[in-house]
């Protein structure tokens, strides 16, 4: 049996056991009804089982890989997070240069020593992330968006970038916290131990 159809064929055991974990993922599902706690699973899980049944050349391929897919005439889940995401002020410019280049400046930037760790900070002046967003603001399934009066809300969603940011830096045997005032705005503080970094550097 291929996978998609196997996908297809098992969809809403798959669900059943998605719902099961994603309950146990406290506190970020307090609160959540079935709905919320699948979220887009059924749309993407759908949707992925049609892309892999969808004939594709070698060129086709890499036109989709660079963002070019054919239109497929209906929102999909990606869209939706897509939206969302933008709606938040999430926001993605293209450019054109040298690729390195940007990633080693913005290293530079971002990157330096402090005693026995590496300390990478990431600034920004968006709204102030008031305490009882920070409890689940590494949690999946959580995006923490405005309401009307302009404070942090968690709102169901996929809501993993800062999930998995965390689990990098404690497979690193790093921390990370968050600062955020009124004044200063909000300051996202990475420390890996510089003898772990080296070691990861060498193998």
């Known amino acids: 049996m291929r996978l998609a159809e196997f996908i297809l064929d098992n969809i809403e055991p798959i669900l059943e056991q998605w719902e099961i974990f994603a309950r146990t993922l406290t506190p970020a599902a307090d609160g959540l009804d079935s709905v919320g706690l699948r979220d ?8 992925i089982a049609a892309d892999l049944q969808t004939p594709q050349s070698h060129a086709e391929r890499i036109l989709k890989s660079h963002g070019e897919g054919p239109e497929l005439g209906e929102t999909t889940a990606a869209q939706t997070h897509a939206d969302i995401r933008q709606a ?3 926001t ?10 940007a990633c080693r400046s913005m290293v530079e930037e971002a990157l330096k020593a402090a005693g026995d760790d ?7 002046r968006g709204p102030v992330i008031d305490a009882a967003a ?18 942090y809300v968690a ?6 970038g800062l999930y998995i940011a965390s689990a ?4 690193h045997q790093g921390s990370i916290e968050v600062e955020s005032t009124a004044g200063e705005g909000t300051t996202f503080n990475v420390r890996i131990p510089l003898q772990v970094a080296a070691v990861a550097q060498k193998s």
């Open 40 to 47: 887009h699973a059924e749309q993407m899980l759908r949707t």
């Open 88 to 90: 938040t002020g999430f």
């Open 92 to 101: 993605i410019s293209l450019s054109t240069g040298d690729f390195a280049h």
């Open 118 to 124: 590496a300390l990478l900070s990431v600034h920004n």
């Open 134 to 151: 920070k409890a689940t603001l590494f949690s999946p399934m959580v995006r923490h968006i405005h309401d009307e009066a302009g404070k």
């Open 155 to 160: 709102g169901a969603g996929l809501g993993l």
């Open 168 to 171: 990098i830096v404690s497979a």
